[in-house]
């Protein structure tokens, strides 16, 4: 089985009290278990006039740096290869990264990152509608909106999809 991991959005916009120790975490975890996957994808959502939540909700946020700006603590881990942005929800619907998953044949995705009840979801619903397992690590993810809508869709997953775990 080849798996990969997507680690959405782990952007200074997003950093919160809460979200800080989230990106620790992460940073730990790649360091000492990215040799478990074959390949290792980082996304920025980076808002624009042609994507939806501009055009459609007229939220005109997250345009550029310091908002687009990897956290400091995973900058040495992304590159031009790994890196890449996005207007839209799901990270699946990025080209290179679709393209990445078909390429290499990967069929069991780890994700973590922000938000948990937004880009998380939208891209856990996506792979499993690809043939794709999605899983969950539900101890690497969070929301800016709090436990609250954390915790719903952590919910929603494991009803929907099933597949929620520890990275340990």
């Known amino acids: 089985m080849k798996k990969a991991l997507i680690v959405i959005d782990v952007q200074k916009y997003f950093l919160t009290n809460e979200t800080k120790d989230i990106v620790k975490k992460i940073q730990?975890?790649?360091l000492?278990?990215?040799?478990?996957?074959?390949?290792i994808y980082f996304t920025i959502f980076k808002n624009d006039p042609?994507?939806?939540?501009w055009k459609i909700a007229g939220w005109e946020g997250i345009t550029?740096?310091?908002?687009t700006?990897?956290?400091?603590e995973l900058q040495e881990l992304v590159n031009d290869n790994n890196l890449f942005y996005k207007?839209?929800?799901?990270?699946v619907k990025v080209p290179e990264i679709t393209k990445g998953l078909k390429d290499n044949t990967i069929n069991e995705v780890h994700l973590c990152g922000?938000?948990?009840?937004c880009c998380v979801l939208a891209t856990t619903y996506d792979l499993f509608d690809q043939n794709i397992k999605p899983v969950i690590l539900e101890n690497l993810t969070y929301s800016t909106s709090k436990d609250n809508l954390h915790n719903a869709a952590i919910k929603m997953i494991k009803r929907n999809v099933g597949f929620v775990q520890d990275s340990e």
């Open 28 to 30: 730990k975890f790649l």
């Open 32 to 39: 000492e278990k990215s040799d478990q996957y074959d390949q």
């Open 50 to 53: 042609t994507g939806p939540l």
């Open 64 to 67: 550029n740096s310091p908002d």
């Open 69 to 72: 700006d990897i956290c400091e």
């Open 87 to 91: 207007n839209i929800l799901s990270a």
């Open 114 to 117: 922000f938000d948990t009840d």
